[in-house]
């Protein structure tokens, strides 16, 4: 569990560092990511 923790303090400090440049990186990612959740729900072979 504490990795699960550290994880959100990682991206914390690396938003904090270099805002402008991981805000980009951030808005692939996450869309990609969400894309890909939504697709295996409903996708998902019952």
Do not use: G, H
């Not at 959740?37 to 072979?45: E, G, I």
Request: a positive charge; glycine letters at 0%; hydrophobic letters at 45%.
């Amino acid at each position: 569990m504490k990795s699960v923790y550290k994880i959100p303090q990682k991206i914390k400090c690396l938003t904090d560092e270099r805002k402008r440049k991981s805000i980009p990186l951030f808005n692939i990612v996450m869309p990609v990511l969400l894309f890909l959740m939504l697709q295996s729900a409903t996708f998902s072979p019952e």
